[in-house]
């Protein structure tokens, strides 16, 4: 069984800071691509970021202003989202979700919308005011 908690959300003025945190079942965590996706109110879900834990690559989505940094914590197996200059337009649900059986994350991973990802967590929220 694997499971995804995702924890860290909650709401924040713009240009402030939130990191979000997914702690993934141990025993995949060292050759996992993890990735984050989010979806606004009335949008489709998008991908944000993501890591292939093996080695620590990192990819980015590049929208909006705010500061994105995807990190892996191997002791906690724990990836974090580092957020900074928030604008409301970040906000949402955002989600974590782990694709296996690859050496990397897949060229795919933020065109599908999160199809294609296996296991995902159950969200937390992010608000950003002006």
């Known amino acids: 069984q694997v499971q995804l908690v995702e924890s860290g959300g909650g709401s924040v003025q713009a240009g402030e800071s939130l990191r979000l945190s997914c702690t993934v079942s141990e025993w995949i965590f060292t050759s996992v691509c993890i990735a984050w996706f989010r979806r606004a109110p009335g949008k489709e879900r998008e991908g944000v970021a993501a890591?292939?834990?093996?080695?620590?690559?990192?990819y980015y989505v590049n929208s909006g202003k705010a500061h994105l940094t995807i990190t892996q914590d191997n002791a906690a197996h724990t990836v974090h989202l580092q957020m900074d200059n928030l604008e409301p337009e970040d906000t949402a649900m955002y989600y974590c979700?782990?694709?296996?059986?690859?050496?990397?994350?897949?060229?795919?991973?933020?065109?599908?919308?999160?199809?294609?990802?296996?296991?995902w967590g159950q969200g937390t929220q992010i608000t950003v005011s002006s």
């Open positions: 890591i292939y834990t093996g080695y620590s690559k990192t």
């Open positions: 979700a782990a694709h296996r059986g690859s050496k990397a994350c897949p060229g795919w991973w933020a065109l599908l919308g999160g199809n294609g990802f296996d296991y």
